[in-house]
């Protein structure tokens, strides 16, 4: 996918902004913007836009400082709007910068919040991206909070490192931790981790 100027522009404002440079940069790392790409490429041939042409409403959950928010803006598919909820306080207005344009236009919000505290919201699609950070009780009790009709992307990956709490050894056991009737499952090999994501429906 391309990024064009002015969105890229914005990135870099965000990265000016943030309280910790350093760590904001963190998210353009090679497995960071890769696994995004991979997810967006992989929604536009499960959603087929050119198909089905009805925006989209999109909830991220773990949105961490927006990229994947404003990739999907980006992309071939046809959104309404989109928020992304990271519990993490000193973020949201990295993720509003980083989508300015949009958020100027009103698509765009940004909470502070617990997402396993989330309920009572509509959205076309759920994506939790940080499946690695939660424990399986609070992956079940957020999944048990999503929309029943929400298409539900989940991310997760093998990397061993302190702040992972639930890896999974490959896509099969990624794939019992997530509880979906699945569309698409697969694996995106990245230099030092894989990566893991399932699309589909909860079961209900």
């Known amino acids: 996918m391309l990024i064009d100027t002015e969105h890229l522009h914005h990135w870099m404002n965000a990265v000016r902004v943030s309280n910790n ?3 904001t940069l963190d998210a353009f790392w090679s497995g960071q913007i890769k696994s995004k790409e991979w997810l967006v490429d992989t929604l536009e041939y499960v959603i087929r836009p050119n198909i089905n042409k009805e925006p989209l409403t999109i909830e991220i959950h773990g949105g961490w400082v927006g990229t994947l928010a404003s990739m999907l803006f980006q992309s ?10 990271d519990i993490d306080p000193h973020v949201q207005h ?17 909470l502070t919040a617990d997402m396993t505290s989330l309920t009572n919201y509509s959205a076309d ?3 939790n991206t940080s499946c690695e950070h939660i424990t399986q009780e609070q992956y079940d009790k957020w999944l048990e909070n999503t929309p029943e009709n929400s298409m539900v992307i989940a991310q997760g990956n093998n990397y061993k490192i302190d702040e992972h709490i639930r890896i999974s050894k490959d896509i099969d056991e990624f794939e019992q931790q997530c509880h979906l009737n699945r ?6 090999r990245l230099p030092i981790y894989d ?10």
Do not use: D, W
């Open 125 to 127: 699609i759920v994506i």
């Open 76 to 85: 071939n598919l046809n959104i309404k709007s989109i928020r992304s909820v």
């Open 21 to 23: 440079p350093m760590r």
């Open 183 to 188: 569309k698409f499952a697969g694996t995106k």
């Open 94 to 110: 990295i993720a509003e910068e980083m989508n300015r344009i949009e958020y100027n236009q009103g698509r765009f919000t940004s």
């Open 195 to 204: 990566r893991y994501m399932i699309i589909g429906n909860k079961n209900v």
